[in-house]
């Protein structure tokens, strides 16, 4: 097994069990993790806000949510074509779940151990204390400037207009995304209850629409389509003519991993969660194994329906291809509002989790006016974190020109995020070593945190790797530009920290003093003030 549990009665528990079976958060953390950077306590942490309100299913759908968005309908095609052969590519797809499964007990350890919402914000300042505010300072950086959802707003925009049989305008597509964009903002923010109802609706309507295509692959399996002559063709010599090179392999495991992506999304919300540490522990593994299997059998299905050279060739996506060749050219224009809408779907669900991040940090009071960013008015959502997604969401959205330039700024909000996990799973041994009795709710074999972390190194390998010609995505920008500028982001938010926190006290003869300072809604926010250091020393 990848983790083992631990268990004590209510009589027996201590700090950092679980102690109830109630609707609270059932559990209490170690002395060593109550108290954050800012010197808020456990409670403080998890005071205000909508309450506990997301039970098993609405943090399943959270996790299956965020993770099935375009990729599985999308990168299928360009994978294979990379590796050449129907069986390197389904391995890769299954070297990607393992991999995410992983990841995600490495973070069920943490989310067990320091049950409320942040995530990697979270369990990067338990594992690097010092110095102080510096592990803070570069996640908030890339959390709020490379947390935008632009890109799923542009695919709901253009698959919208392909469904209509409209050729629209660079302009008219960038209409519909920031429609998409600023509705959802309003969703979430007045009516938080209906957000949440959206993205279990839209969550099931994934989950239909990939049944749907396995359904579908087994009947063409079974010689149930006419149109397919030969079901099994793709499946004769699996791995003939597959890729000799290393490089291939390398890109096509990336993107296989971002379309995974989003295992951890419950993880930020944790707060809002009913029973955390046992609600995670079911929710997380039976959301991403749900996607896992689906995505797997949905690959069988697409060969099924077509060799993996007419795929790779086909100039669309997998999914357009395969209705095509089932059930005709129709079946495109069906197909382009079903990928619409489960990218409407995701931008739903990454918008109500990037915007609890936000109101973490805010009240770890390392944003300006973290007063205002934390606030939960009016109706308890974290409705200024949603404006603070929605600004960097929007600009992207209006400021940056389709084609290259876009892809670019896609690609670079990934990079910092390999980045970080490193250091979160290099901080889970780190805490293995330095509290080795702590108690923790849930364990990662270590063999299993290892495995994730050389992932992760991979991906910070891979993307310097010479493609074929040496051209990336974007050309003619240069294929490493993107993890160029993407540490050049977290060199910058070092630097803003040694500024803000180490220099202008320096020069300035103050001292930064976190105060709490409540809001209204109960909500806790720790607030920096200039104390001159004449006064501290009297």
Known sequence: MAGELEHQSKAEAEPGTVTDDGDGCGFEPTEELKEGVGGLNFEQYTAGGLGRHLGVFSTTSLIIGRIIGTGIFTTPSSIVHGVGSVGASLLLWVLGLLLALAGLCVWLE??????????????????YRRPRMLITTVFAVQAIALGFTASGCIVFA????VAAGHRATEWQER????????????????????????????????????????????VVLGGGVSAIKDPHASFRNAFAHSATSGNPYATALFKVLNSYGGWSNAMYVLN???????????????????????????????????????????????????MGKVFGTAAKRALSVLVALSAFGNVLTVTFAQARVNQELAKE?????????????????????LILHFIPSFIVIVAIPFGNAYNFIVDLEGYPGAVINFLVVAGLFYLRYKNPAASRPFRVWWPVAAFYMVGQAFQLVAPFL?????????????????????????AASVASWFIWWVAAPKLGGYTLEPHNEPLRDGTNVVVYRRVPNKYRDT
């Open 158 to 161: 253009s698959n919208i207009v």
């Open 175 to 218: 209409g519909i995304a920031i429609a998409v964009i600023v509705s959802i903002t309003l969703v979430h923010a007045f009516f938080p209850r209906v957000g949440v109802h959206g993205m279990n609706l839209f969550t099931m309507l994934k989950v239909v629409l990939l049944l749907f295509i396995v359904v579908t692959g087994w």
């Open 272 to 322: 809002e969660i009913k029973n955390p540490v046992r609600t995670i522990k079911v929710a997380g593994p039976l959301g991403l194994a749900t996607c896992g299997v689906l995505y797997l059998l949905a690959n069988v299905a697409y060969f099924a329906a077509a060799t993996p050279q007419e795929i790779a060739q086909s100039g669309t996506t997998v999914a357009s291809y395969f």
């Open 365 to 385: 009071g390392v944003v300006p006016f973290p007063r205002f960013w934390a606030s939960g008015w009016p109706f308890g959502s974290p409705s200024a974190g």
């Open 466 to 490: 010479r493609p074929p010609g040496g051209l990336g995505d974007t050309p003619p920008l240069p294929y490493w530009l993107y993890c160029v500028v993407g540490i050049g982001v977290l």
């Open 110 to 127: 943490f989310a067990c151990m320091i049950p409320r919402s942040g995530g990697e914000k979270v369990y990067l300042e338990a594992a």
